[in-house]
């Protein structure tokens, strides 16, 4: 089994920022992709920023030039740096990773809150 383990989450002003970490452990023998997605509450779960199985990263374009994503493999561990955050950014936001432990599989963190007050 593989557990996601998140955490940084928590309020903050807008234009403030928050870092979240998210650490995954278990039976690991690689991971091809690992990222953030958030859910706000009656919207649908939207992808914020991924590192790809090829290594490129991609960001969600209400992002960019905010948020920057980070990893230290060595920890299996990737980090979100959010600046200036904005109320639309309100949301519960999951850390997901594509596991190599005999296949591929896909497994998803419990999710940590992040609110904006404006």
């Known amino acids: 089994q593989v557990q996601l383990v998140e955490s940084g989450g928590g309020l903050v002003q807008a234009g403030g920022s928050l870092r979240l970490s998210c650490a995954a452990s278990?039976?690991?023998?690689?991971?091809?992709?690992m990222g953030w997605y958030r859910q706000a509450p009656g919207k649908q779960r939207e992808l914020v920023a991924t590192?790809?199985?090829?290594?490129?990263?991609n960001y969600a374009d209400s992002v960019k030039g905010r948020f920057a994503i980070s990893r230290d493999p060595a920890k299996d561990t990737v980090y979100l740096k959010m600046n200036n955050l904005k109320p639309d950014d309100t949301a519960v936001y999951y850390c997901?990773?594509?596991?190599?432990?005999?296949?591929?599989?896909?497994?998803w963190g419990q999710g940590t809150q992040v609110s904006v007050s404006s």
């Open positions: 997901r990773a594509t596991v190599v432990n005999g296949g591929g599989y896909i497994y």
């Open positions: 278990g039976s690991i023998d690689s991971i091809e992709a």
């Open positions: 590192f790809t199985s090829l290594g490129s990263i």
